[in-house]
């Protein structure tokens, strides 16, 4: 009784490390990708991992960037981070960004493939 309690008590905590916080799938003419944040996005510093895909081929060797920005507001103005993202191998990247403020951010996601292709992704995320 008190073994299988502890058990589960195991298996829950591994099934919640694994997951991440923060998952998203942006797609565009046959590039797709999935951010993944271990942690909750959040103000402040974040690193995120970009998974791209195309034509459900990682995609290798690109160039990534990520930029953050949110409208100018009344009594705010606009606001702009722009980050290299660096490759991890197999079609991974990470992503490290400052979040000036919480609410909500305009995130586009630039890509350059090693035949020159650019795409842009775009999504938004809200803190
Ligand atoms: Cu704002």
Request: hydrophobic content about 40%.
């Amino acid at each position: 009784m008190k073994l299988s309690a502890i058990l589960l008590g195991l298996a829950l905590v591994f099934t919640t490390s694994g997951a991440a916080s923060y998952e998203k799938v942006v797609k565009m003419r046959g590039l797709k990708a999935e951010l993944i944040s271990q942690k909750p996005l959040t103000t402040g510093k974040n690193t995120i991992k970009l998974r791209l895909y195309k034509s459900s081929k990682p995609l290798e060797n690109a160039k990534v960037a990520l930029k953050i920005f949110m409208p100018a507001m009344p009594g705010m103005p606009y606001m702009e981070s722009k980050v290299k993202a660096v490759p991890l191998g197999n079609g991974t990247y990470e992503a490290t960004f400052n979040a000036a403020m919480g609410g909500t951010w305009q995130a586009h996601i630039f890509i350059t493939t090693e035949e020159g292709k650019k795409y842009r992704l775009k999504t938004s995320f809200n803190l």
